[in-house]
Structures are given as C-alpha cells and as structure tokens.
C-alpha cells in the first residue's frame, strides 16, 4: 500500500503538491503538521499538511518527504478551512495565505537566513555533532544560507537540524520587519532513569567518593525532588548545592544526569491587581442591551457611537460576558490604534488574561501567544491585534470585535493574500458560530448599507460620555484670509488666536496635516523646474532638518539642491508645507511653549510613537503636529483645540472613496478635542468652505454624508452596489504595461462588457521604476462572483502563455476597498 500527503508550500504556486510517506508517517500526521520536503531542484520547506490519502499523483512521481517537523500540529483545521476561502475569495495562493498567517519562525525554507543569536549565551557542551558545527561556523560567518548549512553538516535534510537549533536558542532566522526568534527555554535536569531505583542510587553515590563536588550536586537534587514533586531548574539546582555549571556538565557527560529543556512564557502580566470594569451610564447600558438582542439573531452588529461614548466600555463588558462562558475573544483593531493606551486599560480589567499580537511585537512573543491561542489557554483568552490576528488558532472563538472597523488599514495592499480583515473576521466567526462586532464613530459606507439592508443590526451612540459635547466645528476660509493679509505663516488669523487661548489656559493643541517633510515640491523660480525621483513619478519633498530632497515612495534621497539642476539658478522656492513645516512656524511663534510632532519620520524605532504620546500626555508638549498617526484611538484629557491645517488635498484625492474618507478622518481628528468637560473646539482651514463634505463634517452629519455619498456610488455603480476588483499590470517597460494590459482589458470586455474599466494609469503611474496600469471589473449584485473569478483566472492564464507580455506582472485585488 502507498501512503501519500497532500501539502501546502509557502509560494505563490495554486495548488497543494503530493509527498509519499510510509506506513508509519501516515498514521502519525495529522492535518496542520509540518514536513521538510524538497521541492524543484535544490529547494527544501517546511510544508504544512492538508490531508493523507492512497492516490498517487497523475502527472508527477510523488517524492518522499523528508523529515516530519512537528509533534502534534500547529494549524487547526478551521485554520486551514479560513486559509481555503481567503485562497479563493481573494484569489490568491494557499501558500501566499500560509506566508501571511505562521508566524517567521515556522516558515523555514531555502531562502531562510540564519543568524547567530547574539542575544543568549550557548553553552557549547550541551550541542550535539552537527548543532556544534553550525554554531561554530556562525561564529566566523555571520549569516548562512540553508545550502551553506548542507555543505557544512554534509547531508541535505538540515531543516529538523535548524528547527532544533532556534528552539535551543543558538540560532535566529532573519525576518524583514520583525525581531527574532526567541523562546525563552530553560533547562532542567534529572536523574538517568538506571539510577532512580535505590539500588542504583546507592552504587551511584558509592562510585563518587572521590568526586565530592558531584555527590553533593546529587545529594541537593535528592533534596530538592523529596520537597516538591515537580521539575528542577539547573540554575535552581546550581543555586542549591552552591555548585557551578562545569559540575553538572561534567554529570550530564558521566551520563548520570539527563538534560531537559522547556520552554516558558514571556508574555507575561506584570501586574496584579485587577480594577473592576466600570459601571455603563444609561446610554451605554442601552446600547450593551441593544447589541446584545440584536446578536440573538444576527450574527453581526454595527456599533455606531461618537467619538467619546464610551465604546471601548461597552466592548468591555461584552469581552467580560464571554470570559466567564470560557469563550476566546478577539479585539481587532487598525495597527495604528494599537497603543499602550488602550493596552493598559484593558490590562487593568483582565490582566494575564489579555495577550497582544502585533507586529512590533517580537516573533518569539508571537509564536507565545500563538501556542497559548491554540492551547486555548487562559492567557490568551483575549487577543488584542491588528489584522494578521485573524490568522491565530483560535480554539473556541466566542466573540470578535472589530473597533474602528470603517479603517482601510484592515485591507491587505501588497503582498498577496490581499484581504480585508474585517470581513475575513465574519467568514472566521462563522466558523465558530461567533458574533461579531463592529464598532466605529464613522462607520465604512458598506457596513452601514449592511445594517439599513437588515443584514447587520445596528445600535447608535450619540453622546459622549459624561455629557461632554460633541466639539464645536468651525471652517475658516483661506481664501479670504489670504485675500485680507490674515495668513502668518499657514496660520488664518483665526487659528493663531485659538492656539493662543489654549494656551493661555494651559490647554493643549493637536494640529492635522496630512503631509510630512517640510514641502512636498521644490521649484525652480527662472524655469519652473522641479526635481523628481528618478525612480517613481512624484517631485521630491524637501525635508529641512535633515538638509534632504526625499521620495516617499521608494525612499531615495539626495542633499538638498544648492541651484537649479535645470538652468543652474539659485533661486528656488519651495510649494505646498508638510507636518515639518508647520513646526518650524509654530517654534517660531510660539517660543516659549513646547512643540512636537508625530510623524513616520519622528515615530522610527519599536517605541518611538509610545514616547511621542506619552509625553504629550503627561503635558512635557503643548502643541501636537502630525499626520494620520494622530488621528486613531487616543483620548487624551487636556487637548481642547483641534486644527485641521488644509482640508482641500484630502478632498481632492483621486478615488471614488476620497470623501468618504475625508470625512471619516476629519471626524476622528476632530474627536481628540474636548474630551472632558470643557467643550472642545476644531478650526478646518479650507479654501472651499462651501464642500458638501466640510458642510457634513462641522455639524457631525454622519446620516447626511452617508445618504449623499451612498446615492454616488449607486449612480456611478461603486461599492456596495457594485463589486470591485482591481487588476494592475506591472512591468519596468511602459510600453509593455501598456500593450499586456489593453490585452487584458480588451478579453475581459468580451465577457464583462461595459463593466470593464481602463486601463488606465493611477496618478502615480511609475514607482521603483515599474509602471503600473490598473483595470477595475465592477460586478452587479445578480452576477455570480465565482464564475466572474473562474473568468478571470482563464483570461489571466492565457495571458500568461502570450510570450511578448512575459515578465509582465499580473495583480488582482478583490474588493479593492
Ligand atoms: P470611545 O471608544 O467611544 O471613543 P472611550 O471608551 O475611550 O470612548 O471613552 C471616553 C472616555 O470616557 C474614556 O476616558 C473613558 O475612560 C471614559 N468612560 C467611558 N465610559 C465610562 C464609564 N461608564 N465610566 C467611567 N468612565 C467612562
Ligand atoms: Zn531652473
Ligand atoms: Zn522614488
């Protein structure tokens, strides 16, 4: 009988590939195993399994694997079940979902890159043959590559070898963005099972009169087991004997002793005492009341409280409910929400039960809390995390809470799989017959549509807590300003006066701008010249301090011009003013106060947004400039004025979305203002007052905004009348870009007619040097979206056989929210 697996392989190939595996193998894996297994010529992963089975492949001779990885398996079946439907919805590969889902740490594969942990010490007699010569080689190279790795230990299966050596903490794999592997693994030891019986404990001491310090190792761990029954630490042992770690090697040698290692939890709550969650005031009483009748019958509710209801109070009380069933909950929020804030205000209901999964967050604390999930243990019985959360082994999912859901950082962009979090989270509650809530101040046009459909319940907030009003809006026209000589600097008379009285009060100040750097176009004044990146299609931004012209696509950077690289003249000017900018004015006006500003370039390093916000909370700034960042989650208690510094770029963005989003986000930044009890106030300076959506915003008119702009959609046929998926070609030739997409674009017409748009070129057409051409397939309600995929998917793959658009990229974006 032949016995064979099916696998996934983290690359961007379709389909599930075929192992052979003998009897044995077969009935130890299991679905949601890893298995090191070759694949092409040279190249060897750690595949996950999807099932065992008798049928042998058709058009290949299966290999054998190579090395089973896992004891027991480290995806569930739901996993691979979410995997499956993410695969197909967003039309990408399992193994590109895989990529996404498992933490670095177990994808090892060819391209792995192993490093020396630099971070532990190695105790080199506790190494194996072939785990001490890799930790030697690593001591004269720095990296190594897995075929190095081959050629050093002499064999090809190397993988079980690595995964020993992470485990054991002599190794690192290198990851892009995030920290190292670390588990934080301790060792223990005990006695060889030959000498645990009297008898041989008797002949064991006997035989080491002459080795005092041995047997008095022995005699303390002989002490230490009578005590308590469980596990003794070497560094417990050490301590106790008042030994050293040359003692108990020498045992472990002498084969006397035997070495253990498990691994502990570094996600730990450092706290101890727990605050009782806080009593809801009537209107959030009645809005926990409503959410719950609501999810009586429905699986999804739309929680649509302002800004400073209370929202995250009331999630509280429905993550409580759950904990006391025993149910695992899941609090997603946009990365940049995700602050120490709102950690520690749940740390304080929940302590140890909270755990965090986030990117900045180590890869060995990831795996934690990881294992902890699939563990179903009581530590992680709360995860807090943005969108790659989803991907955790949930066990018994009880509740999912989607806060500031309207949040386009949900959406995957780059790489594939391209999905959106939010409703990837209502397939994942399905799953677990979970309820969903999604919670927002400016809910996303779709789930608004959803809950006036029936489809989701919907329960409003409309009052901040504490009977705090709602800030008072105000436009100001730079126009005029302009016009009357009431501009100093960016700043309308208006504003200068308000940041003045703030201050006056000891109040403090956040001031929006949707730019950093100082201006985001140089130009010649004689030619009219502007350097560009000669990479991406944009103008270079000046950024003062560091004396730089930056691209903020691609990263390139140049000192700042002395003349004209055109006509030599030194006569440039800058136009347009970023969150650098502004500071600069505000140092100047404002010398005696202290300015600071939140920014990509200010907020570098794991913790540099946390210090930012700190301070400003504990008052060491006065006035706050910055971008986006600002805007999510944060309630902070002294800020009283808001100013928005240019409302009319983020209006006039290119997409069918811009106004609904500049709604949303002046709405947010507005929302940082007055938060106790004085009324906040908000300035937006504008060179269009009279926009419908300024109109909406100055008097909080979310229904407004949602009837206006959801009647667009449905004449223009967007979202969520219309389905979109976005296709872009890409390549580094223009013309190529241009002919493989009017190819594309001209087959998909033959099915999908005049819902076929483009192509077209975005506004920032080249960026590292490909060009992009984008081709949007809107999809009536009535049409089957599968058979619309399996359309594309034949298209695409005779696309891919037309030898001149070879080396053409190919990128389908399904909801391209
Ligand atoms: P939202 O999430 O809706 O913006 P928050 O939950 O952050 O609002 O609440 C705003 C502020 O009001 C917070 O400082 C919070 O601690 C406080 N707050 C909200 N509800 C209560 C309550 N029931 N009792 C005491 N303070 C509350
Ligand atoms: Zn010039
Ligand atoms: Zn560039």
């Known amino acids: 009988m032949a016995y064979f697996i099916d696998v996934i392989l983290p690359i961007p190939l379709d389909k599930e590939f075929t192992y052979s595996i003998n009897k044995n193998e077969a009935s130890f894996l299991k679905p949601g195993m890893r298995v090191a297994v070759q694949f092409g010529k040279s190249k060897v992963y750690a595949a996950l399994v999807t099932k065992t089975h008798q049928t042998p492949p058709q058009v290949y001779e299966a290999k054998e694997i190579e090395h089973i990885l896992d004891e027991t398996p480290i995806v569930t079946t ?43 010490l190695v105790d080199e007699n506790l190494l194996k043959d072939d785990e001490f010569l890799l930790h030697e080689a690593l001591q004269h190279q720095s990296l ?93 042992l050490i301590k106790a004997a008042n030994s050293n770690a040359g003692v108990i090697k020498t045992l472990i040698d002498k084969n006397i002793l035997e070495e253990y290692h498990k691994q502990t ?92 999964y986030h990117s900045k967050y180590s890869v060995n604390e990831r795996v934690e809390a990881w294992n902890n999930v699939k563990d179903s243990k009581s530590k992680a019985q709360i995860v807090i995390g943005a969108r790659s959360s989803i991907f955790l082994p949930f066990i018994n999912l009880g509740l999912i809470i989607i ?105 403090q100040v956040i001031l929006f701008q949707n730019r950093r750097g100082y201006s985001p176009v140089v130009e010649c004044n004689t030619c009219g010249h502007s350097p560009q990146c000669p990479n991406c299609d944009v103008s270079l931004t000046y950024h003062n301090y560091r004396n730089q012209l930056r691209c903020h696509y691609c990263g390139y950077h140049i000192a700042m011009l002395q003349k004209c690289m055109a006509c030599d003249s030194h006569e440039l000017s800058t136009k347009g003013f970023g969150t650098e900018q502004i500071e600069n004015e505000l140092k100047e006006l404002f010398p005696d106060h202290t300015i600071g500003r939140m920014d990509q370039d ?52 290119p997409d069918f979305r811009a106004h609904e989003r500049s709604f949303q986000l002046m709405l947010q930044v507005a929302g940082r203002a007055g938060r106790t009890s004085k009324r906040g106030k908000v300035l937006i300076q504008t060179y269009n ?24 959609r449905y004449q223009y046929k967007y979202p969520p009348f219309y389905r979109i998926i976005k296709i872009t070609g890409r390549h580094k030739d223009y013309n190529k870009v241009n002919e493989a ?26 960026i590292r040097n490909q060009y992009n051409k984008n081709i949007l397939i809107k999809i009536p309600n009535g049409q089957s979206l599968n058979r619309t995929k399996e359309v594309i998917k034949r298209i695409e793959n005779s696309f891919k056989s037309i030898k001149e658009f070879s080396g053409v990229r190919i990128i389908i974006n399904v909801d391209n929210y």
């Open 689 to 712: 007052p009279f926009h419908q959506i300024l109109q909406q915003v100055s008097i909080n008119d979310y229904t407004g905004m949602y009837k206006d702009q959801i009647e667009e």
């Open 265 to 356: 939890d570094r996600v730990q709550y450092e706290g101890s005492s727990f605050t009782v969650t806080k009593e809801l005031n009537t209107y959030q009483e009645q809005a926990l009341k409503e959410i719950k009748e609501h999810l009586v019958e429905k699986d999804v509710c739309l929680f649509h409280g302002v800004t400073s209801s209370g929202k995250t109070e009331v999630y509280v009380k429905l993550i409580e409910e759950q904990v006391q069933k025993g149910k695992q909950v899941l609090y997603l929020l946009p990365e940049i929400a995700l602050t120490t804030q709102l950690i520690t205000r749940l740390q304080e209901y929940f302590g140890e039960k909270l755990s965090v």
């Open 78 to 120: 739901n996993q691979l079940e979410l995997w499956s439907w993410i695969s197909k919805y967003y039309m990408c590969s399992k193994g590109e979902v895989m990529r996404a889902a498992l933490p670095s740490a177990f994808l090892l594969e060819s391209e792995t890159i192993i490093l020396r942990n630099d971070k532990e």
């Open 403 to 507: 806060d500031e859901e309207h949040e386009s950082s949900f959406k995957q962009y780059d790489p594939a799989p391209r999905y959106h979090a939010r409703d990837t989270a209502v397939v994942l509650a399905n799953m677990f017959k979970a309820k969903v809530v999604l919670g927002s101040a400016t809910p996303a046009l779709e789930s608004y549509y959803n809950a006036e459909q029936g489809k989701y319940g919907l329960v409003e907030l409309t009052r901040r807590y504490g009977n705090v009003l709602m800030p008072d809006i105000n436009l100001v026209d730079l126009k005029t300003k302009y016009k009357r000589k009431e501009m100093t600097g960016h700043f309308s008379d208006t504003l200068l006066l308000a940041i003045q009285n703030a201050l006056k009060e000891e109040e």
């Open 144 to 236: 190594l590559r897995i075929q190095e790795v081959m050629d050093i230990v002499g064999k090809k299966s190397v993988l079980p070898l690595i995964k020993r050596l992470i485990e054991k903490q002599v190794i690192t794999v290198q990851e892009e963005i995030y920290e190292q592997y670390k588990p934080k693994l301790v060792r223990y030891v005990r006695l060889q099972s030959e000498y645990t019986s009297e008898v041989g404990l008797q002949s064991l001491l006997d035989s080491l009169t002459r080795a005092p310090k041995q047997r008095d190792v022995l005699m303390h761990l002989f002490m230490l087991q009578a005590k308590s029954e469980k596990a003794i630490m070497v560094s417990e």
């Open 602 to 653: 200010t907020t570098r390093g794991k913790h540099g947004y946390e210090k930012i916000i700190t301070k400003f909370e504990e008052g060491g700034i006065n006035i706050l400039v910055g971008t986006q960042m600002l805007t999510k989650g944060l309630d902070f208690r002294n800020v009283t004025l808001v100013g928005i510094m240019n409302a009319d770029n983020l209006l006039n963005f």
């Open 741 to 766: 997409t009017l190819w594309l674009a001209k087959s998909l017409a033959m099915t999908f007619k005049e819902n076929v748009l483009g192509p077209e070129f975005p506004p920032i057409s080249r």
